[in-house]
């Protein structure tokens, strides 16, 4: 069955090769240039590396995971090397053939997903605590040693510390340093003796059967922090390197909605995929973007990068140089009044508060948490709620949708604003007020959607929006999905699934106008 499950995999992926190849005769015509020079190189790859050969992945594409010796790796055998440059880490991810974009990588479950008491707040112990009352503890434990910062590292810089040698910069910095930090956190003392206590009781130790000490608990914590993704540990996906511009990207499948995140059944649908965003030469890196919404100023950006993992990108464009990011494409998305505006180094404590970008962001995210309260309401709601005479549904119902009404209006605005603050209409952030905006409208248009398939009450009209009103809306949505098309090509290549994504939205509105108002459509 596995092997069946393979293969029709693998073919998915030869398919979809063989169609880009028929379908985009001209962006092949690029494409066969890189592809030509490619296969010019056969020259040995370095090494492949997997660390956790017990723990074998749903499914693995063209694709490697390499050591690193330094930021440029070659192989050592007598034909001609070839090179490796890897965006940060120790480790990283390459392609081992040449890859047409969206091409299936890696498909893989976590190992460990968040207790719902970690959610929504900062990564502390009570995730910790959460892995040695586990079932699977003690495996996942030893599978955590080979993450970054491994055990082997962080035993290795503490001895160092112990004998008063020196470290290097990079291991005090991202482990010393860091550990040591967590470790001042007095509020967590009580759970740190129940988590010693709970793994002493279950017998959890150390690959070298040494029992937990709190400089392994804390060095889980700091594994945690630098791998961890937003549904969960995953041992290979953390093999894959940072770029502010990927050529890979990471999602889930959401699951079914009936089950809850403790029901067994359910982890089948925990997996993730990765997937190529662009095309992909053989022997390049792999790379996706760690930050979620990507969409962020660069001030932000560094700041996070560094509070979160503990490496800088630097100030400016001649921090990228040398980079796989298109250097003028990213800077020009960043531009605030025509400049490259400054961000603090690690080291300054200002947080840059009067920047524009600062103010937007705050507005961006106070908005995108209540949409998603919203979503969530309307999730929970039936077509009998906005019938009933309940007077606590209803007027729960009535200020949801008021709300949802205002949302889109804010959004609007929001996107005008942002360009006039920023002086920039195609800054990164003004994508991310359209994607916010073109939520929005389609938070109102499905929930109207859906009170319409209920039997049409003077209730239900109070909660719809008139065909008017959609045709309005809708005419927004087409403005905003074009507009925001235009940016994503810009940063995103054509090849990236939200650009796919885009045009189906373009297509929708454009259809439903012309089925509802062909001739505010043409006047539009």
């Known amino acids: 069955m596995e092997q069946k499950r393979r293969l029709l995999m693998e073919n998915a992926n030869l398919k979809n090769s063989k169609q880009q190849d028929d379908n985009n005769d001209q962006k092949n015509e690029e494409d066969a240039v890189k592809h030509d020079a490619s296969m010019d190189n056969n020259s040995p790859l370095p090494p492949s590396l997997d660390p956790w050969p017990s ?26 090397p070839l090179s490796c440059k890897i965006v940060g880490g120790e480790r990283g991810c390459i392609a081992t053939q040449d890859i047409p974009a969206g091409t299936l990588l890696l498909i893989e479950e976590p190992i460990f997903t968040w207790p719902i008491e970690q959610i929504g707040k900062p990564l502390d112990l009570t995730s910790v605590y959460g892995i040695v009352m586990n079932e699977n503890a003690q495996s996942i434990v030893l599978d955590l040693e080979s993450l970054h910062p491994t055990k082997v590292q962080v035993d290795y810089a503490f001895s160092r510390t112990n004998n008063n040698d020196d470290d290097d910069e990079i291991i005090q910095i991202q482990i010393i340093d860091m550990i040591k930090m967590l470790q001042q956190d007095e509020g ?7 988590i010693l206590s709970t793994a002493t009781k279950k017998k959890i130790t150390n690959s070298n ?39 890979c990207i990471k999602y889930s499948p959401p699951p079914p909605p009936q089950l809850s995140t403790t029901n067994k059944e359910e982890k089948e649908f925990l997996y993730s995929e990765v997937r190529t965003t662009q095309f992909v030469k053989r022997g390049a890196n792999l790379t996706l973007h760690y930050l979620e919404p990507r969409e962020v100023s660069h001030c932000t950006k560094r700041r996070h990068l560094w509070d979160q993992h503990r490496f800088d990108i630097g100030d400016g464009k001649n921090s990228r140089k040398g980079s796989d990011v298109d250097v003028d494409a990213m800077y020009d998305l960043e531009l605030v009044n025509g400049i490259f505006p400054p961000s603090s180094s690690f080291n300054k404590k200002d947080d840059d508060v009067d920047r524009p970008t600062l103010q937007v962001e705050n507005t961006l995210s106070e908005l995108e948490d209540l949409r998603q309260e919203l979503q969530n309401r309307f999730n929970v709601f039936t077509p009998k709620d906005y019938d009933s005479n309940n007077e606590e549904t209803v007027k729960v119902i009535s200020q949801s949708w008021e709300y949802a009404k205002a949302l889109e209006l804010s959004a609007d605005e929001l996107c005008h604003t942002t360009i006039e603050k920023l002086s920039n209409p195609n800054h990164i952030l003004v994508a991310r007020c359209l994607r916010l905006h073109l939520e929005a409208c389609d938070l109102l248009i ?8 209920s039997t049409a009450t003077a209730k239900t009209s109070e909660f719809s929006l008139t065909e008017s009103q959609q045709i309005n809306v809708m005419c927004k949505f087409l403005s905003s999905a074009q507009t925001i098309l235009q940016l994503q090509q810009r940063y995103l290549g054509n090849d990236h699934p939200d650009i796919a994504r885009s045009h189906h939205d373009i297509s929708q509105s454009i259809q439903y106008l012309l089925s509802k108002s062909p001739k505010q459509y043409y006047s539009f």
Request: proline share 5%.
């Open 55 to 80: 723990r074998p992945t749903l499914y693995r594409g063209p694709m490697a995971a390499i050591e690193l010796v330094s930021s440029t790796v070659t192989t050592t055998t007598s034909a001609k």
């Open 446 to 453: 499905q929930r109207t959607k859906t009170k319409m398939t």
């Open 209 to 247: 059967q040494t029992p937990l000490t709190s400089t392994d608990i804390y060095r889980i914590l700091l594994t945690l922090r630098y791998n961890g993704f937003t549904s969960g540990i995953y041992l290979n996906f953390a093999m894959f390197n940072h770029d502010d511009s990927p050529n």
């Open 188 to 194: 967590e003392k009580e759970l740190l003796a129940n």
